[in-house]
């Protein structure tokens, strides 16, 4: 149960130190709503993953020591070495999830690591052939994106706050019970530690112990789909593209990695993806061959396969008064963008910048109130709902309408998405606004989502451990 220190091992692991919080605890039926006691922390976010740790972060670069902030996280990342087998879990990072995690310092981890960035995407219709390429040049981006293992970002940012003295991690610890008071949030831990906050943020997943406690409720539908996932050796070294094909019975993508590897993604029924998995590893192979592109080459080894389900969620609200709701824990999408993960680090951008917008004004006044007492009252995050809520409901909306589009169809319908497809790739407009779309450059962005030295052509190939 510790804050991470400032410096970590040669395996890239921030190191453990112990924690800041006091051992005297803080007993919710003692705690009176008129009484005036400190709070431990002003901001405790549940959930150490990627969104809440990126929320620590920029809280900390935005509002440094005048804001004091804890992660309760489970389980620290497991370290990653150059010998590592590649995790089956990765994610597509917009350009806006790259400035936010270069705004916050935690971008060197990354790069340090291993990532690939892809200039191309390729998307075509399985069925009748329609085809639309996308190139980040035409924008004047050096890539549309960066593929990035989960646990390389998580790792990152670790590593990251371990440099803020203003927050604290404590782990492995989880919520137990909250009790939300006048000014402030009396939180439980399983360990039996106590903990007052100002404002009690759940970044704690699809599950969220936090949404569950606080009684907010969640709309959500399972699709009739799993995704199969693998990570398989090649015999060409990757390229600078990902392609995603469209079948009546899911999307197929093909994402590359460092050196010859390769993340390949099916969507199909729950039946066809057990089949698949159960395969031996040479028929699985030759299988992923004659279904996706030839350019990637001959599938020379799987390195690892798994499966999950996918469904929609969307929580009724994001914030009541001292908590809000970010990431997972507010929203999950289908996958087939990869845009989960990035809505999640928009959401974070977002109240951390509500919250040092707060931060702000009260260092302008001269009020006794402290930051955490005024950060959690539901006015002040009621704008960071009304900023993210419409922005994922469209998304969610949208990639639903993608899903549905490319379901078994009439011919006569099945000709017009093709043509659809193949009149983006003409129309270099409707190409550009939706690569912006896709790459976070459009819209109403935080502040950290937005680059301030962005250089066209300054370019980097895929990379692993330096």
């Known amino acids: 149960m510790g804050m991470t220190s400032d410096r970590c091992d040669n395996q890239g692991m921030p190191k453990v130190k112990p924690s800041k919080v006091q051992s005297s605890e803080v007993q919710p039926s003692e705690v009176q709503p008129s009484e005036i006691q400190p709070l431990d922390y002003d901001i405790v976010i549940v959930g150490g993953g990627m969104v809440g740790s990126m929320l620590a972060a920029a809280l900390a670069t935005q509002c440094g020591a005048r804001l004091r902030v804890a992660i309760l996280e489970s389980a620290q990342p497991s370290p990653l070495t150059a010998e590592d087998p590649y995790d089956l879990r990765v994610s597509a990072l917009s350009i806006a999830s790259e400035n936010m995690l270069k705004a916050v310092g935690a971008w060197p981890g990354i790069v340090a690591r291993r990532f690939a960035p892809f200039r191309f995407m390729q998307v075509w219709d399985g069925e009748q052939g329609g ?47 909250a009790d939300v008071l006048p000014k402030r949030v009396e939180v439980r831990l399983e360990s039996g530690k106590h903990l007052s906050t100002g404002c009690l943020i759940g970044a704690d997943g699809a599950r969220s112990r936090v949404r569950e406690l606080a009684a907010i409720g969640v709309e959500s539908s399972q699709y009739p789909q799993k995704a199969l996932v693998a990570t398989v050796q090649t015999s060409l070294p990757q390229q600078d593209i990902t392609w995603q094909r469209f079948l009546p019975t899911g999307p197929q993508a093909l994402l590359p990695l460092a050196g010859h590897r390769a993340s390949m993604v099916w969507y199909h029924s729950e039946e066809e993806v057990d089949r698949l998995q159960s395969l031996p590893e040479t028929e699985f192979l030759r299988l992923m061959e004659a279904e996706f592109p030839e350019q990637m080459g001959s599938l020379d080894a799987l390195l690892g396969r798994g499966s ?17 709701l970010i990431g997972d824990a507010a929203h999950t999408v289908h996958p087939l963008a990869g845009q989960g993960v990035n809505l999640g680090l928009l959401d974070a951008a977002v109240l951390a910048e509500v919250v040092s917008d707060v931060v702000l004004q009260k260092s302008s006044n001269t009020r006794s109130e402290s930051i955490g007492e005024i950060i959690g009252r539901r006015h002040h995050l009621r704008r960071y709902e009304r900023w993210r809520r ?77």
């Open 390 to 466: 419409t922005d994922n409901a469209l998304m969610i909306q949208v990639l639903d309408g993608f899903y549905e589009v490319f379901k078994p169809r009439p011919r006569p319908l099945r000709v017009v998405r093709s043509m659809a497809l193949d009149f983006v790739n003409r129309l270099s407009p409707a190409r550009g606004a939706l690569m912006q779309y896709a790459m976070g450059v459009s819209g109403d962005l935080p502040r950290l989502a937005i680059s301030s030295s962005r250089t066209p052509g300054d370019e980097y190939g895929v990379k692993e451990f330096v």
């Open 131 to 177: 085809n639309t390429m996308f190139d980040s040049t035409e924008l004047g981006y050096p890539h549309l994106g960066c593929i990035v293992e989960n646990r390389v970002i998580q790792l990152a940012l670790h590593e990251r706050l371990s440099e803020f003295d203003s927050v604290d991690i404590l782990c492995p610890e989880k919520l137990l019970a």
């Open 308 to 324: 999950f389900p996918l469904f929609k969620s969307h929580a009724t609200h994001y914030v009541k008064e001292r908590i809000a």
